[in-house]
């Protein structure tokens, strides 16, 4: 099992910034790829940026350029550096792991944009 713990998210202003953190625990020796998901209400939950443990990164299109996804391999943690926040990306933020094929989660943060 992957344990996978967010934080980091709150409310805040229209253009303000957030860095999310989500730390794993557990079995990561196998893990081949962490990233971060959303979900906004009444929507299905959706990519936003993944990286792979060759370091390839994958950004949702529409987030590329205030997005940034990072990684400490030391700590088992990965962030996400959001800049320009819009209220549209009002949503809980999912942290996934993902190891032989099975997709762990956290229990996600909520970050709310608005004035």
């Known amino acids: 099992q992957v344990q996978l713990v967010e934080s980091g998210g709150g409310l805040v202003q229209p253009g303000g910034s957030l860095r999310l953190t989500c730390t794993a625990s557990?079995?990561?020796?196998?893990?081949?790829?962490m990233g971060w998901y959303r979900q906004a209400p009444g929507k299905e939950r959706e990519l936003v940026a993944r990286?792979?443990?060759?370091?390839?990164?994958i950004y949702a299109d529409s987030l590329k350029g205030r997005f940034t996804i990072s990684v400490d391999n030391a700590e088992n943690t990965v962030y996400l550096q959001m800049n320009s926040l819009k209220p549209e990306d009002t949503a809980v933020y999912y942290c996934?792991?993902?190891?032989?094929?099975?997709?762990?989660w956290g229990k996600g943060t909520l970050v709310t944009v608005s004035s």
């Open positions: 996934n792991a993902q190891r032989g094929g099975i997709n762990f």
């Open positions: 557990g079995s990561i020796f196998r893990v081949n790829g």
């Open positions: 990286i792979n443990t060759d370091a390839r990164i």
